[in-house]
């Protein structure tokens, strides 16, 4: 049916594509084939994944806080090293030979470095090097190792790096066998960013092993360096809290710039060595740190939440301020004491007799607040607590925030069963005990928008993220506003004023300077109580606040304000320090 | 009673060059694997000539009558494939145990029958109404072999239709246009390989068309060559990434252009004469994932040299041109653009695997045929082989 001419068309252009499969064929199999062939018979290519330094993190003012060392690792290229290079190598580590076994097994990188052991100290570096002629396959590198200079005492602010685990190989392909990932922190948070990019390059060596130059088919891709992360964190005074915190047992520091929400120090004690994790650590110094009782590993600034005490106070009475139900001199029965309801007797710390709202915060009377409570009701509160986000997350930038909790109807009901409770918890709500939880974090947050009238700003560390010199991302702060009269806020500042000037807050006064804040007693029976102690400065005008909780050590006046006061007092040192 | 005779005489040339590379892929197969993937190799050739005994019967008319048929079901299989498939990050397969089935080389069957029953006896005209029906076809199927996503099977269907087009007598002019929108966009990616083409284009489809056919082509291409850049311009940074892994889908993420360099130096260590059978270093030593199936060539090519790589070569140019042959020979119109589809694919196939082997082209998942392990291929190419001796010595 069809002419020739089509045929002959058809079988052309065949003969075409034909031909330049030969000539490629030509190519590689006579006028490369004997460089190809040593390749493959007297030589092997190795292929090196070159290490991409992790992003650095600063604090303000350009400190850096965590950072990278040059360190000595040890990898073994499976395919061309044998099992009794492997059982010297581990003695000379002090690893299990069958762990490196196991671990060649389930690896699919013959010809590629496996890392065995990260930063090696340099005497059994010596004894290797001497010997690594008669130990095919084994190499020994220097990569970046990375380092925190501020050790603990920025441990839960910045996270630590552990190895990759096997979920996330199958689930991110960027991801290799020896990788070292962000966990917690920023670390964890900005992983992505921080992480940067591997090189790759390919190196010819003969069968001694020797490197005998790149391989000239293949360019080497160069590492990229991760992004650096800018915090807004003050070194001076993260190492300041964590100074103090560290006194005691267990607590958290945090501060919050008020003009931007910015985190100015944010310190969970106990703490841990991220230098430590890092680099490699064993598991059994890994278990003892996840199995401590003092838990070193949870961030307590985010991750705990405690009843807030008398630091709920200043909320309780905003919400009978606003209810119209009382106003700033409405006084309740005098405190005796005691106070009972039903037939339960609720506790104050003394007797305080008559007071009108703002003595009742400044000298933080129960009885006036179980009162109040009361007058409110449930829903009330619940609902204005609601108002003020404290079931909610902040959404700082860290991973691992949990929220508060508030003891709604609702939240009773499916806790103990409907009609299974009493009116009876409204009294400690009204003080901050029982089912009512805020993180340290959280109380911060909701402290800013009273010392800012109701506006406040979403709290984040990160201020930039920077490549080189180049901006890639700068933080625009979000800005919240929570209704509140006018009037109604003068009134509990002025309380809160009053607190520390001649309340139950006096330890917190720094010279000079007026602070405002509350002092409140998380109770947690059977244990000892938690101290809180949160405020801000300068009253008239704030600019920062600070929260800080110390647990299981008893009221908050005496322990937790003092650290409040000396962090606000180092804070307008080193402002009156950079603006000389 | 079916006539079982296979005129064994007058098919002898192409049985044999056929039994020549099955050899030589079981040699290799047994060369670089185990004797498990041998005797499965094995068991599939023994099936795949039962297939093409049992075509071998099948009248042309009969299959003509069953073309759409197979079209619908295959259709449905590919949709099916979809989501019950299996496949390395990918759905193209049906599992049995160690039997895998691929719907799409049976596709490659099915769309053939297809448009060779649709263009027989037919004056073609570059009008749209003749020519919708097979665009829409091969767009169909295309797509639903993308999505699995299998891209260096699904555009096998391109040249297809392009040869039998032509086969069918549609200028090479006609079918550069029709074919043009997508040239564009491909082009679209580079404005000095967007404007030799648009202005050929343009000259091409003045001198072909009517006034209102060249407006349309010219409106067409345009929207076509500038949708790619804008298209690209308006994509998120990993969605390109994600694109540009899809069209060379192992090339980095899974280590594959380091196979790439192995396979190379395999095939260029082979040199002139080859390393001999069973010998090879590379390919013994090399961690190549797919050295029995999709890189068949590269061990093979060490082992036998440029030689071997050679007589390889020469078998299957001898193959197609004995399918463009038979095309020729027959006066059944269908028979004949069955047998130049079938020459089309085996060409396509042929091209593009040993081209991906020796670096030419970029890394897609498509067998040798006859040569890679596998047998789904290997059943269709032993119908195709089937179809074409039913021709030759059957249907004159």
Redesign the interface.
């Given at each position: 049916?069809?002419g020739?001419k089509?045929?002959k068309r058809?079988?052309t252009l065949?003969?075409l594509?034909?031909l330049?499969?030969?000539w490629?064929?030509?190519h590689?199999?006579?006028i490369?084939?004997?460089?190809?062939?040593r390749?493959?018979?007297l030589s092997r290519?190795r292929?090196i994944y070159t290490p991409a330094p992790r992003g650095r993190i600063f604090a303000r003012n350009n400190i850096v806080i965590a950072d990278s060392r040059p360190s000595f690792a040890l990898s073994i290229i499976p395919?061309e090293t044998d099992s009794q290079t492997i059982k010297t190598v581990a003695n000379y580590l002090d690893i299990d030979y069958l762990n490196i076994k196991e671990w060649f097994e389930n690896n699919?990188?013959?010809?590629t470095p496996i890392k065995i052991k990260r930063n090696i100290n340099l005497e059994t570096v010596l004894k290797i090097e001497e010997n690594l002629h008669t130990l095919p396959g084994v190499l020994l590198e220097v990569e970046p190792l990375r380092f925190y200079p501020y050790g603990p005492a920025t441990a839960h602010l910045i996270g630590y790096l552990s190895a990759v685990t096997k979920e996330e190989l199958k689930n991110d392909?960027f991801y290799k066998p020896w990788h070292f990932v962000g966990r917690a922190g920023i670390e964890g948070q900005y992983e992505k960013y921080l992480r940067g990019n591997e090189g790759i390059r390919?190196t010819e060596i003969d069968i001694l092993g020797r490197e005998l130059g790149p391989?000239k088919?293949?360019r080497e891709e160069p590492p990229v360096a991760g992004y650096d992360i800018y915090l807004s964190i003050d070194a001076e005074l993260q190492n300041l809290a964590y100074e103090l915190i560290s006194k005691y047992k267990k607590g958290a520091v945090v501060g919050i710039d008020l003009s931007d929400g910015s985190i100015i120090c944010l310190v969970s004690h106990p703490s841990f060595d991220p230098n430590l994790v890092s680099s490699g650590i064993s598991q059994k110094d890994w278990s003892n740190l996840v199995n401590n009782k003092f838990a070193p590993l949870l961030n307590r600034v985010i991750s705990c939440a405690y009843p807030p005490g008398s630091t709920i106070k200043p909320l309780i009475a905003l919400c009978g301020l606003q209810s119209g139900l009382i106003n700033q001199e409405t006084r309740f029965a005098s405190c005796l004491g005691a106070f009972t309801y039903g037939n339960r007797t609720y506790k104050c710390w003394t007797k305080h007799y008559s007071l009108n709202l703002t003595d009742a915060i400044v000298y933080s009377c129960n009885t006036y607040f179980y009162q109040l409570g009361l007058r409110l009701g449930l829903d009330r509160i619940t609902s204005y607590l609601n108002l003020w986000r404290v079931n909610k997350k902040t959404d700082i930038d860290l991973i691992n925030e949990r929220s508060g909790n508030i003891p709604t109807r609702e939240w009773l009901d499916s806790r103990y069963g409907k009609n299974c409770w009493t009116t009876g918890i409204i009294p400690n709500l009204a003080i901050g005990q029982g089912e009512i939880l805020v993180t340290p974090l959280q109380l911060a947050v909701i402290y800013s928008a009273i010392a800012n009238n109701g506006e406040y700003y979403t709290p984040h560390l990160l201020q930039s993220i920077k490549k080189g010199d180049k901006t890639i991302f700068q933080y625009q702060a979000k800005k919240n506003q929570i209704p509140i009269s006018a009037d109604d806020i003068k009134i509990i500042k002025k309380a809160l004023q009053g607190v520390v000037e001649f309340g139950t807050g006096t330890s917190a006064q720094v010279f000079g300077i007026t602070v405002a804040g509350k002092t409140g007693t998380a109770e947690n029976p059977p244990n000892l109580d938690h101290a809180w102690f949160v405020g801000y400065a300068p009253a008239e005008q704030p600019e920062v606040v600070f929260c800080a909780i110390v647990e299981n050590v008893g009221k908050g006046g005496a322990i937790a304000a003092p650290i409040v006061g000396k962090l606000i007092e180092k804070y307008f040192a080193i402002k009156q320090q950079l603006a000389n | 009673m079916p006539n079982l005779n296979l005129n064994i005489k007058e098919n002898l040339p192409i049985l044999i060059v056929c039994l020549i590379l099955l050899t030589i892929g079981l040699i290799t197969i047994y060369n670089v694997t185990n004797q498990v993937y041998f005797l499965r190799q094995l068991i599939w050739i023994i099936i795949a000539t039962l297939g093409l005994v049992i075509v071998y019967q099948i009248s042309m008319p009969v299959l003509e009558n069953i073309a759409w048929y197979l079209g619908i079901v295959n259709f449905v299989l590919l949709l099916a494939v979809l989501f019950f498939g299996h496949g390395a990050g990918a759905r193209r397969w049906f599992s049995f145990g160690w039997i895998n089935f691929q719907p799409s080389e049976f596709a490659k069957l099915s769309v053939i029958l297809m448009l060779a029953s649709y263009f027989k006896n037919k004056n073609l005209e570059f009008n749209f109404k003749k020519l919708f029906v097979p665009v829409a076809i091969v767009i169909l199927f295309t797509f639903l072999i993308v999505l699995e996503p299998d891209l260096g099977t699904a555009l096998i269907f391109l040249p297809i239709l392009a040869v039998m087009l032509f086969w069918s007598g549609l200028p090479i002019s006609k079918i550069f246009i029709l074919f043009s929108p997508l040239l564009s966009f491909i082009c679209g990616f580079s404005l000095y390989l967007w404007i030799p083409f648009f202005i050929a284009l343009s000259i091409i489809a003045f001198r072909k068309l009517t006034i209102a056919g060249w407006l349309i082509a010219i409106i067409v291409n345009i929207i076509a060559g500038l949708s790619s850049p804008i298209i690209w311009a308006h994509l998120k940074e990993y969605q390109k990434a994600r694109i540009i892994s899809f069209l060379s889908p192992w090339l980095d993420p899974k280590g594959m252009s380091w196979n790439l360099i192995q396979s190379r130096i395999a095939v260029g260590a082979g040199r002139i004469w080859g390393k001999g059978i069973l010998s090879g270093a590379q390919q013994k030593l090399t961690f190549l994932p797919n050295r029995h199936t999709d890189f068949i060539f590269s061990t093979l090519a060490e082992q036998f040299g440029l030689i071997g790589s050679l007589v390889v070569l020469i078998l299957y140019f001898y193959l197609i041109f004995q399918f463009i042959k038979t095309a020729v020979k027959t006066h059944d119109q269908f028979a004949s653009l069955v047998a130049i589809g079938l020459s089309t694919a085996l060409t396509y196939q042929v091209i593009v695997n040993i081209g991906m082997v020796l670096g030419l082209l970029p890394i897609t998942g498509i067998a040798l045929p006859f040569l890679s392990y596998g047998g789904s291929s290997l059943l269709f190419y032993f119908i195709a082989i089937g179809i074409i001796l039913h021709i030759k010595t059957k249907s004159e």
């Open positions: 049916m069809n020739s089509t045929q058809l079988v065949i003969l594509l034909f330049i499969i030969i490629r064929l030509f590689l199999q006579v490369l084939g004997a460089r190809y062939y390749l493959s018979e290519i292929k395919l699919a990188y013959l010809r392909s390919y391989l088919e293949k | -």
